[in-house]
């Protein structure tokens, strides 16, 4: 188990300091959530609308050039920003910062694996809010299981044709550049896997049903289905074939992180909206938060979150530095405040009773949306699983 750092290369990543230029940035972020997410989450939710009206606010304000480089139309403030940015938008509404985050997602196969030219023309449109980005890799057959992909692309003269069907992808229908896995060869497994970059508008490409879903009801959810998807060769990520599964990895590897800290921000609104109520709700005479069981729940929850919180930003800082154990600490980061999200939300309705159970407090919401969490970018048994075998690695390392 590693439980240090043996080289100067990655001195300091466990320093979590935030900038005054990064204060600022987060304090706008809380204040524009405050204003535009909460007089309209409910509504949002009950209706399964999209946030446009909230990605136009972020997008004036700068908000999505958070997550991009300065040469790709970012701001060119620090990376770490952005999972702290995620964080914010997560404590008010976890299905605005998913429909956030999976444009970060799927930006991400380009930004790791593609050509110069393909990141100059399809970064700064998402930086600047203008053009929104999914992530298609999960297949109605194919999901823990990504190897078993099936959607294939064939290479025609200068183009590829891509069939298939992606399930459950964020986004899809509403955005206007899609990373797409298919298989160009298929007797070779993960090792024939392509990563595409497909345009809303080619010929051939078309969306499932909205997913009537039980949570994160404002994030859009829908199949991708490719019939005869003529793609140019130049939108091969990195213009080379069979190196998909490798942009897969990476992309699940950084954005890990983000999935923590969502889940730190969602347990954290889910906290404060527990302690407000029970501050004010009396019971036997007394405000409810007087009774040390109800004080022993709240700090409980204070504490997962906090642990939480610490994991997601090492795995972050490991992440954005390239750190050869990040992918370790991701899926821990994953694992731990995912789970702790839907714990914290179970308890934080739990002390509004009966109250909680109903529409009228947000904690219910909350409470519905955590659970995603624990399934979307590699369920906790399968983070569990990449966990176990760098157990097995350290085991046979033991003195
Ligand atoms: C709202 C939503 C948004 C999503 N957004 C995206 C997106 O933008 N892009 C994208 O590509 N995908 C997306 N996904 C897909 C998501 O990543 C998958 O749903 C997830 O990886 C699980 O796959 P599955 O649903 O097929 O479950 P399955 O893989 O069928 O798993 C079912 C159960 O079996 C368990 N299981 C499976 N294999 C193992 C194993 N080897 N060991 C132990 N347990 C195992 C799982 O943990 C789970 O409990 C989204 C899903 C949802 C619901």
Redesign the pocket.
């Known amino acids: 188990m590693t439980q240090g750092l043996n080289t100067s290369k990655y001195e300091g990543l466990l320093d979590f300091t935030i900038t005054d230029e990064m204060q600022e940035m987060l304090e706008m972020a809380h204040e524009i959530c405050r204003n535009e997410i909460v007089p309209r989450r409910a509504h949002m939710d009950e209706h399964e609308e999209f946030p446009h009206e909230i990605f136009k606010k972020f997008s004036e304000a700068g908000l999505f050039g958070v997550m991009f480089e300065e040469k790709y139309g970012g701001l060119g403030l620090s990376p770490f920003l952005t999972v702290l940015a995620i964080e914010v938008i997560s404590e008010y509404c976890l299905g605005v910062a998913?429909s956030v985050g999976?444009i970060k997602?799927g930006a991400l196969p380009i930004e790791h694996g593609g050509t110069e030219e393909q990141k100059q023309k399809y970064i700064p449109p998402l930086a600047r809010g203008e053009k929104i980005a999914?992530?298609?890799?999960?297949e109605p057959n194919a999901?823990?299981?990504v190897p078993n992909l099936s959607t294939i692309a064939v290479k025609k003269g200068d183009r590829y044709i891509l069939n298939g069907t992606?399930?459950?992808?964020?986004?899809a229908g509403v955005a206007d550049i899609y990373t797409v896995f298919a298989l160009t060869d298929k007797n070779k497994g993960p090792r024939g896997i392509s990563c595409f970059i497909v345009e809303k508008g080619m010929k051939g490409l078309s969306f499932g049903k909205l997913?009537n879903?039980m949570g994160?009801r404002c994030?859009h959810?829908r199949q991708v289905i490719l019939e005869d998807v003529e793609v140019p060769e130049e939108n091969l990520v990195g213009l080379k074939p069979n190196v998909g599964f490798i942009h897969a990895f990476k992309t699940l590897v950084s954005s890990r992180p983000f999935i923590a800290t969502m889940a730190t921000g969602l347990a954290t609104g889910a906290y404060k909206e527990a302690v407000k109520y029970a501050r004010q709700r009396v019971q036997f005479g007394k405000n409810i938060i007087t009774f040390q069981a109800v004080q022993h729940m709240l700090a409980d929850m204070a504490t997962k979150i906090e642990a939480a919180r610490l994991l997601a930003y090492r795995a972050a800082k490991y992440s954005i530095a390239g750190h050869p154990e990040a992918a370790r600490y991701s899926a821990m980061a994953k694992l731990f405040a995912s789970e702790t999200a839907v714990e914290v939300c179970n308890n934080a309705l739990q002390l509004h009773g009966g109250y909680g159970f109903t529409k009228d407090y947000p904690i219910e919401k909350m409470y519905r949306d955590a659970k995603?969490l624990t399934?979307?970018?590699?369920?906790?048994?399968?983070q569990k699983?990449e966990i176990g075998a760098y157990v097995i690695k350290d085991a046979s390392q033991l003195k």
């Open positions: 998913t999976a997602l999914a992530f298609a890799l999960t999901g823990s299981d992606k399930q459950w992808i964020t986004n997913e879903k994160i994030s959810t995603i399934i979307y970018e590699g369920t906790s048994q399968i699983n």
